[in-house]
């Protein structure tokens, strides 16, 4: 079954507006690790968050972690065109530390 | 520089063949993993190598066979007995310590069953 429910599937926004997608768990996170796809290529890591609470900034990409380890959200300020793909959160969830299991992802598509 | 590389880019099948995706890193990374990934469905693990000589089912590991005889390669051969195969596959690998450093992923391969 789906480790990690990941919100929303899509968002479309337009230039200059804010985005924001998040990623939920049932269970406490070891760490969680965000990755970048653009259209027709493939995931490109941007992050990992090990601690409760971490904040991490990459220009205008936000990345959180949950107090309780279970959620994280990723925020872009206003957003460019440049910032089209999808993104996914994923994590080792369970015993089974050997691996990662990947939220479904959020496909953002900007207006210009 | 160091990467995956992943032949072919576009893979065409027949129904009935088994066809086999390559996978090579030079990256000195232990682990490798397969993935399959399918419009709306996010990254499925198919199989994945922690070491030479050995690796493990994933989630969607019927009718998919690797192996993992040099630390550099990770070949995935799609048999005829999976029912589904058209997709897009990356393979992956991570350096010591697992996956927490993140994942490599290659280009991909496009197999598409006619």
């Known amino acids: 079954g789906q480790q990690v429910m990941q919100i929303p599937q899509y968002q479309h926004v337009q230039e200059g507006e804010d985005f924001t997608t998040y990623c939920n768990s049932s269970?406490?996170?070891?760490?969680i690790q965000w990755y970048k796809q653009r259209p027709g290529g493939h995931p490109v890591f941007l992050i990992q968050?090990?601690?409760?609470?971490e904040v991490k900034k990459q220009k205008r990409l936000t990345f959180q972690f949950g107090e309780a380890k279970k959620n994280s959200s990723l925020h872009i300020t206003a957003t460019q065109t440049t910032d089209v793909g999808t993104y996914f959160c994923a994590g080792p969830w369970g015993s089974t530390l050997g691996r990662l299991y990947f939220g479904r992802g959020t496909q953002l598509t900007v207006w210009p | 520089d160091g990467g995956i590389t992943q032949s072919p880019k576009y893979l065409f099948r027949k129904e009935g063949q088994n066809v086999t995706l390559s996978c090579e890193q030079n990256l000195n990374h232990d682990a490798m993993y397969w993935y399959r990934q399918d419009p709306g469905q996010g990254l499925r693990l198919i199989y994945y190598s922690q070491i030479v000589n050995d690796f493990q089912k994933g989630d969607i590991a019927e009718g998919y066979s690797v192996s993992r005889e040099k630390k550099e390669s990770f070949p995935l051969t799609v048999t005829s007995a999976q029912k589904n195969p058209t997709a897009f596959y990356l393979c992956?690998?991570?350096?010591?310590?697992?996956?927490?450093?993140?994942?490599?992923f290659g280009s991909g391969t496009r197999l598409t069953v006619v």
């Open positions: 968050l090990v601690k409760s609470g």
């Open positions: 269970t406490t996170l070891s760490n």
């Open positions: 992956a690998s991570s350096g010591a310590g697992g996956p927490i450093y993140g994942y490599t």
